[in-house]
């Protein structure tokens, strides 16, 4: 018997109000694991170019894998796959919380929703009951809202995601928010759009079965052994969550400040991790399965925000919504993070297109009759606020912002091109490729666009080492030179990951023994016999798996570059103050380690040897 996995994946069609389930052979699995690698399988077979993102051709995957459920520690994340909104292709979001656990114990390895519902549903998924359900008494809530009352309808051990009015109102960087007000996002890529124009408000799950593990006794041990090590490799995260990164970014030069412009941001100590946890820390939250606990919850008491509790801004958050639109009051972007959060927006996307929106208010291509009356000025906090509702809503600039910084610029024209940053019409996260060689090719060659979990190789350009991968020392990260295979066997690794599906923190708890003990936890969950060398190369087939999606959607070479300001200005100031990456050369070098032509397209060869034939 195959350990793991539930062996059924549920389909849910909202045109037809069919409801089936289906099988995949081991073979399969084997082959894709699940998360994105068989979610973009599926994706690559069920859509085309053809598709719409918004029409209900276009499906929504949520994907687990075969170790979230088990004891496997950090592996309870979730993946959505679908045809993105926002760049019209590959499109990705991961979350962590307790949903995707949730869904597994409902006795699910994954959910396809396709079609359209001609009212608003939500989905209820207890064991072997499966109902689409009335939503039109919450449809226009908030998702901490929506989280409530379907808790005080279906019982408060229920676990939900659901969109907020972001998703309702089909903005393309919308967001599926999961676990009430701890806020857990699968945010990138606009699948919260998707999850609108479906007409699907949440998804609610509740269960008590428990995948089988092989060799439980085995696993059992090895966690017992592993469970003091990674904790105590990963303190700081567990003191200051991902915000204990600030200083040491900052100092870097690797945090964004003011649209990418600016070198040093001297004020980073105030919206750093250390202050949130002595200002405004309330207890501490882990995610399904977690030993580490980098979420936290925050309290403020007093001032313009008093009353704010709910979950703390993460180091994206704080760099996006604060350091670029040089925002430094902690405060007013915790309460931005929290309406994102309520209605369902990407921080990332929703912080880069509100500094693209200051900076063409700075020079004079919006104005105050484009804005309601807001002055874009940066470091305005009530501007911040005021356009994350207005983008929300659709409403005056915010109409045009929700559509992402690509077409934004596009429709503002001239000089706005120029200072939109994105990698095919995602907005960059909040790591410059200036300070990190590797994240510029890694940013390029990323199938949903900018990602900086794509690869995750800039921590290992920060002191960390990967001997596994061949890496015994940290990499100079102004070094062009190896990259390109240094990039390419890390997005592989992550794919597994993104896969399996985990939580990459991880890597900081296991350290030297990241793919040996991930492997050795794979096959006492299975039952396999997989070797680091194929889970490694299944990795590989995933990553081009997504690149064939792409090449499909007329996605080649041209594509894979970076925003001009990256490229070709320097930030003059800080720990990056002269660096840019020569990212052509890598590129060539990329190409040929992978196996792909000039064009970056996968050769025969390449894909035979992956069995994509």
Not at 12 to 26: A, G, M, N, R
Not at 281 to 298: D, P, S
Request: proline share 3%.
């Amino acid at each position: 018997m195959l350990g793991g996995y539930m062996g059924k994946i549920l389909r849910v069609d909202l045109s037809t109000q069919e409801i089936l389930t289906e099988t995949f052979q081991e073979e399969i699995l084997r082959k894709y694991l699940g998360g994105s690698g068989l979610g973009a399988k599926i994706l690559l077979e069920e859509t085309t170019e053809k598709t719409d993102p918004l029409g209900p051709d276009n499906i929504l995957i949520f994907m687990t894998g075969p170790l979230v459920g088990t004891r496997a520690l950090n592996f309870g994340r979730h993946q959505v796959v679908t045809k993105s909104p926002l760049t019209g292709i590959y499109g990705e979001a991961n979350s962590g919380g307790t949903w995707g656990v949730h869904l597994k114990r409902a006795g699910y390895d994954g959910l396809i929703i396709s079609g359209r519902s001609s009212k608003p549903v939500y989905l209820w998924l207890n064991n072997d009951i499966v109902q689409i359900r009335d939503a039109s008494s919450i449809w226009g809530k908030d998702t901490f809202e929506t989280d409530l009352l379907l808790k005080r309808e279906l019982g408060s051990d229920i676990v939900t995601c659901s969109i907020g009015q972001a998703g309702e109102n089909l903005v393309k960087i919308a967001a599926i928010m999961n676990d009430g007000i701890h806020g857990r996002a699968a945010a990138r890529c606009g699948v919260g759009a998707v999850m609108g124009s479906k007409k699907l408000k949440a998804i609610a799950v509740k269960g008590d079965l428990k995948p089988y593990t092989v060799n439980e006794k085995a696993l059992k041990k090895s966690i017992r052994n592993w469970s003091p090590k990674i904790r105590e490799n990963t303190l700081e995260m567990n003191k200051f969550g991902t915000s204990e990164m600030m200083l040491r970014v900052e100092a870097s030069g690797d945090l964004p400040i003011k649209n990418w412009t600016g070198g040093i941001f001297s004020t980073a100590e105030k919206i750093s991790g250390q202050t949130i946890s002595k200002k405004l820390y309330k207890k501490r939250y882990y995610c399904a399965q977690c030993v580490i606990g980098c979420g936290k919850t925050i309290q403020i008491k007093d001032g313009p925000y008093a009353g704010l509790s709910g979950a703390a801004p993460e180091y994206e958050t704080l760099g996006m919504l604060g350091a670029n639109c040089l925002i430094d009051d902690v405060e007013a972007i915790s309460k931005a993070n929290e309406l994102c959060n309520r209605y369902g927006l990407d921080t990332i996307s929703t912080g880069a297109v509100i500094a693209f929106a200051m900076e063409a208010y700075e020079r004079g291509l919006i104005n105050k009759n484009d804005t309601a009356g807001f002055e874009l000025h940066w470091g305005n906090n009530e501007a911040l606020l005021g356009m994350i509702h207005k983008i929300t809503y659709r409403e005056n600039i915010g109409e045009l912002l929700g559509e992402g910084v690509r077409i934004a610029a596009k429709k503002l024209g001239g000089l706005a091109q120029e200072f939109a940053l994105h990698v095919k019409g995602l907005e960059l996260p909040g790591h410059d490729p200036r300070a990190k060689y590797s994240n510029a090719l890694a940013y390029a060659t990323s199938p949903r666009g900018a990602c900086h979990m794509n690869a995750f190789s800039y921590e290992f350009e920060n002191g960390l080492a990967m001997p596994e991968l061949g890496y015994p020392e940290t990499l100079d990260r102004f070094e062009t030179e190896g990259k390109a295979e240094f990039v390419a066997k890390f997005q592989n690794l992550m794919a597994i990951f993104d896969s399996l599906i985990g939580c990459k923190f991880l890597i900081f708890g296991l350290k030297d023994e990241t793919i040996k003990t991930t492997v050795k936890w794979l096959n006492f969950v299975t039952g396999w016999d997989i070797t680091p060398e194929e889970l490694l190369e299944t990795g590989e087939r995933i990553v081009t798996l997504k690149r064939l999606y792409n090449i499909r959607c007329g996605k080649f070479r041209n594509d894979d570059t970076l925003p001009p300001r990256i490229l070709n200005e320097i930030r003059g100031a800080g720990g990056a103050a002269e660096g840019l990456p020569h990212l052509g050369k890598m590129l060539n070098e990329y190409y040929r380690y992978r196996g792909w032509n000039e064009f970056g397209i996968p050769k025969k060869e390449t894909l035979e040897r992956l069995a994509l034939l």
